[in-house]
């Protein structure tokens, strides 16, 4: 029989267990899963509901906003604003930092996020998701601006993503191990369906973007072509490739059954050393993979101790099955 523990059931134990969070964590992890089912209803609705193709306006990325984009954030707003948990927020589709307006109460945490990921994807009806990081604001800090924000990978106390799939999905790390949370559509609760996810540690699949391939550095380069050699190049076994543009299938992926994720820097545009965002994909996202036993890594530091400059930095993203990424790494060197 399915075990039916609950999101909040699973935190409050942890809450009782002592595992460093509180009732005010709950409380805001309950308020993001109020976001992520009425992301789940646009989603699922689609163009029943309007809710498809672009809004016809872009972000401080200059990237063209899609009309679920920006209702995403503003769900993500609108759930997660109110509750007194957050010292402030910062989003992908929000210019700057987003202040908590001064009607509501302010809490302790900063929150960074990702409300639609992977949305090129949306029109094509291709899984996409939602990514967010949970850390502690600085001490005596309640009205937060962007220097407060940029705090390392490492301080996280939370990260999780949420996927909408053929089954929607919160998949959430608060440093205890990673489990995974199916959505059962009819009473809105999320389960416990995937406790303690962990990536293999050997694997013969591996996503990388390879329209990008010239761009590459060498050691990048050199790891692609000798997966793609299989068992007539050194590494004597086959490859399998999957790419589908939505960071969080790719790494629920990983944490079922084992891969390897590349972003890496490509020099297609000398001021992006890398697509992905440090704040809100690359963090929550190596932390989850880190607590499932893989690696993350820039190639050449570990993703979690890059120092942060900016809110929407940009960081290259080597992530996955151990062994692999360690191989990376050592091509790096
Ligand atoms: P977003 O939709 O939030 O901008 O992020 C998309 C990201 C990521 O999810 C995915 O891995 C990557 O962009 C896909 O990039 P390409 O289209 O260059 O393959
Ligand atoms: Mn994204
Ligand atoms: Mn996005």
């Known amino acids: 029989m399915l075990d039916t523990t609950s999101l909040k059931q699973y935190l409050m134990q942890c809450e009782r267990d002592g595992k460093g969070i509180d009732l005010e964590f709950i409380a805001l992890i309950d308020d993001i899963a109020g976001a992520c089912r009425e992301i789940h209803l646009g989603v699922n609705h689609g163009a029943i509901l309007g809710v498809l193709g672009s809004a016809g306006s872009e972000n401080v990325q200059g990237e063209t906003q899609k009309k679920l984009d920006v209702l995403s954030n503003d769900y993500f707003i609108k759930h997660c604003q109110w509750g007194g948990q957050l010292a402030g927020m910062a989003s992908e589709e929000e210019d700057d930092v987003y202040e908590i307006p001064a009607k509501y109460p302010r809490g302790k945490y900063l929150m960074y996020f990702d409300p639609l990921d992977g949305s090129s994807n949306i029109d094509v009806n291709i899984t996409v998701g939602s990514i967010f990081s949970i850390v502690k604001a600085p001490e005596g800090v309640t009205d937060p601006k962007l220097p407060d924000y940029l705090i390392k990978g490492t301080e996280q106390v939370c990260g999780g993503f949420c996927l909408y799939g053929p089954s929607t999905m919160m998949v959430i790390t608060i440093?205890?191990?990673?489990?995974?949370?199916?959505?059962?559509?009819?009473?809105?609760?999320?389960?416990?369906?995937?406790?303690?996810?962990?990536?293999?540690?050997?694997?013969?699949?591996?996503?990388?973007?390879?329209?990008?391939?010239?761009?590459?550095?060498?050691?990048?380069?050199?790891?692609?072509?000798?997966?793609?050699?299989?068992?007539?190049?050194?590494r004597e076994k086959d490859f399998n490739m999957r790419w589908v543009a939505s960071m969080v299938a790719e790494v629920y992926?990983?944490?079922?059954?084992?891969?390897?994720?590349?972003?890496?820097?490509?020099?297609?545009?000398?001021?992006?050393?890398?697509?992905?965002?440090?704040?809100?994909?690359?963090?929550?996202?190596?932390?989850?993979?880190?607590?499932?036993?893989?690696?993350?890594?820039?190639?050449?530091?570990?993703?979690?101790?890059?120092?942060?400059?900016?809110?929407?930095?940009?960081?290259?993203?080597?992530?996955?099955?151990?062994?692999?990424?360690?191989?990376?790494?050592?091509?790096?060197?």
């Open 175 to 234: 440093g205890d191990g990673v489990h995974g949370f199916t959505l059962h559509p009819g009473t809105g609760e999320f389960l416990l369906t995937n406790p303690n996810m962990k990536i293999p540690e050997d694997t013969k699949e591996f996503a990388v973007n390879m329209s990008n391939h010239r761009f590459w550095e060498e050691p990048v380069q050199r790891y692609v072509d000798e997966c793609l050699k299989g068992t007539s190049g050194t």
């Open 253 to 333: 992926r990983i944490l079922t059954r084992g891969g390897i994720f590349m972003y890496p820097k490509d020099n297609k545009d000398p001021n992006k050393p890398g697509k992905l965002r440090l704040m809100y994909e690359a963090n929550p996202m190596s932390y989850i993979v880190e607590q499932a036993g893989g690696l993350s890594t820039t190639g050449r530091e570990r993703i979690l101790e890059v120092q942060p400059d900016d809110i929407h930095q940009r960081v290259p993203v080597i992530l996955g099955s151990k062994n692999e990424v360690q191989r990376v790494i050592d091509y790096h060197k």
